[in-house]
C-alpha cells in the first residue's frame, strides 16, 4: 500500500503571538525569523487610503519545528571543555560573575 502523502495544508499553524508565547521570544522576534522561511503563508493585504499594507503570517507545525531545531544549542556540539574553561574558578584567584544589579 501506498504511503500517505504528507500534506502540509493539513498541518496545526500558529500566528507569530502564538509561537511567541510559547517559546519566550516577542511576536516581531518570530515574525523577522519566519517571514522568508519556506512553507510560511503570508497573506499581504491590499493598501487602502496611503495605509501600509498588512501581513498575516501563519506558520505550519513542521516549519516551526524546523526554526526550532535550526535554532537550538544541541548539547553534543559543546565541548564541555569550553564550558568548563567560561567558569570562574576560585583556585585561581578569579572572583565569581555577578549576573543582575547589585
Excluded: C
Excluded at 17 to 43: C, H, M
Amino acid at each position: 500500500m501506498p504511503e500517505a502523502k504528507h500534506e502540509v495544508f493539513q498541518e496545526p499553524h500558529d500566528s507569530p503571538s502564538q509561537l511567541a508565547k510559547r517559546w519566550g521570544f516577542s511576536p516581531d522576534t518570530i515574525r523577522r525569523i519566519a517571514i522568508n522561511e519556506p512553507g510560511v503563508l503570508v497573506y499581504e493585504s491590499p493598501r487602502k487610503h496611503n495605509r501600509r499594507p498588512y501581513k498575516s503570517i501563519r506558520i505550519p507545525a513542521s516549519v516551526a519545528r524546523r526554526i526550532h531545531e535550526r535554532l537550538s544549542i544541541k548539547r553534543a556540539e559543546l565541548e564541555p571543555r569550553a564550558l568548563d574553561s567560561q567558569a570562574p574558578s576560585a583556585e585561581h584567584g578569579q572572583k565569581p560573575l555577578h549576573r543582575g544589579r547589585k
